[in-house]
C-alpha cells in the first residue's frame, strides 16, 4: 500500500511542497487539502517579485539558501518554452532611497546590480541614490494553475475542505505538511503568526516597462508591470485583518505610485485588492510528531514566510520534502501501533 501525504494549503508553499513531494519520493500518495484554490490565495494576488521582504529573524543563511534555490528554479523555468504559460519573466528597474543605503543581500544573485548614476537620478527628483537590477517575477495567477496541473498529471489528488484540526487527519495519512500560511494561528494555535497587510491597485497601464521601488514618509511605494496589468503598492500593516480595500490607503498608494512616475494618473484602474502576508518572529520549517500510539501523526511545518512565500517557495519545497521523505522513514522503522 502508497505511503499516503496530505499537503494541508493551496497557495504557492502548499502546491510547491505537493509537486516537489511527489519528486523527491515516487510512489507516495501525495492529496491536496485546502479551503481556498486558485484564484482565490493570496499568492494569486502578489506580484510575485523575487526578493526577499518582510522575514524578521529567520536567519540570514536560510533566506539566502532557500530563496537562491527558488531564483535558480525559476531561472530554469524562464529559460524553458514554457515560461509564459507559467508566468515566469524578467523584470529590470529601480529602487531608489532619500537616504544612501548598503547593498542588499541579495545584490549578488539578481541580473546586473549597480548603483545609479547621476544622470539616472534626475529621473527621481528628491531622491540621493538607488540601485538598478534586474530580478525574476513569478505571477501566481499563472504559476499555482500551472504547478495544480502538474501535480494532477502526476497522480495527485485535490480535496476542497477547511481543516479545523491535524490530528483530524491522522487515520488517513502517513505524513501531513502544514503550508496553511496565515492560518496556522488557528490550525496549530501558533499565536506568533500575525498579518501583515498588503493592499494594491492593479491598473492598466502598458507603458510601463520597469519596476520601481521606493521608501519615504513612512511607506515603501512599488511598481510591477505583469503580464496583464500593472501592481500599484502598497501596504505593510501588521496586525490589521481587513481584507477590504481602506480609502486612506488607497490615496496614499495613488499618491506615492504617481509622484514616482507621474504618467500613471494617466491610467485606468482595474480593481484594487488586499491580502494577508502570514508573518511570523521566522519562518517555520521543521518536523513535529504529535499525538502517540495509533493516533500519532507526522507532521511537516511549511508557514509563516511573510512577504517572501514567491522568493523561499522553491527552496522551502525542497527543503519540506526532504523532511517528509525522513518522516516516511521514521514511520517504517517505527510503525503506528
Request: charged share 20%; aromatic share 10%.
Amino acid at each position: 500500500m502508497a505511503q499516503r501525504v496530505c499537503v494541508v494549503g493551496a497557495g504557492v508553499i502548499g502546491l510547491s511542497s505537493a509537486v516537489r513531494i511527489q519528486q523527491k519520493v515516487p510512489g507516495v500518495q501525495v492529496t491536496v487539502l485546502a479551503e481556498k484554490f486558485s484564484p482565490y490565495t493570496t499568492s494569486d494576488g502578489a506580484a510575485g517579485f523575487w526578493e526577499p521582504y518582510i522575514l524578521n529573524d529567520t536567519p540570514p543563511e536560510l533566506i539566502t539558501h532557500w530563496g537562491s534555490e527558488t531564483w535558480d528554479h525559476l531561472k530554469t523555468l524562464y529559460l524553458s518554452p514554457a515560461s509564459a504559460d507559467v508566468g515566469v519573466t524578467l523584470l529590470s528597474g529601480y529602487h531608489v532611497h532619500k537616504q544612501p543605503q548598503q547593498d542588499p543581500a541579495w545584490a549578488s544573485k539578481v541580473f546586473g546590480f549597480r548603483h545609479l548614476t547621476k544622470q539616472e537620478l534626475q529621473l527621481f527628483p528628491g531622491f540621493s541614490s538607488g540601485w538598478f537590477s534586474t530580478h525574476l517575477l513569478c505571477e501566481g495567477r499563472k504559476y499555482l494553475p500551472w504547478l495544480m496541473t502538474k501535480f494532477k498529471k502526476a497522480g495527485g489528488k485535490v480535496q476542497q475542505w477547511k481543516v479545523t484540526s491535524l490530528t483530524e487527519l491522522a487515520d488517513h495519512y502517513d505524513v501531513v505538511v502544514n503550508c496553511c500560511g496565515i492560518g496556522a494561528r488557528e490550525l496549530v494555535g501558533d499565536n506568533t503568526v500575525e498579518p501583515v497587510r498588503g493592499q494594491v491597485y492593479r491598473v492598466h497601464a502598458p507603458w510601463i516597462k520597469c519596476f520601481y521601488d521606493a521608501e519615504y514618509d513612512g511607506h515603501d511605494f512599488y511598481i510591477f508591470p505583469c503580464a496583464n496589468n500593472v501592481v500599484l503598492g502598497g501596504t505593510a500593516q501588521k496586525g490589521n485583518w481587513n481584507l477590504s480595500p481602506h480609502p486612506t490607503d488607497s490615496k496614499d498608494i495613488w499618491e506615492g505610485c504617481c509622484q514616482l512616475v507621474p504618467s500613471l494618473r494617466k491610467c485606468k484602474v482595474d480593481h484594487e485588492w488586499v491580502g494577508l502576508r502570514p508573518n511570523r518572529p521566522k519562518v517555520r520549517l521543521e518536523r513535529e510528531t504529535i499525538g502517540n500510539g495509533s493516533s500519532r501523526l507526522e507532521v511537516v511545518h511549511n508557514y509563516g514566510h511573510g512577504g517572501s512565500g514567491v522568493t523561499l517557495h522553491w527552496g522551502c519545497a525542497q527543503q519540506a520534502s526532504s523532511l517528509v521523505q525522513e518522516a516516511l522513514v521514521s514511520l517504517q522503522l517505527k510503525p503506528k501501533l
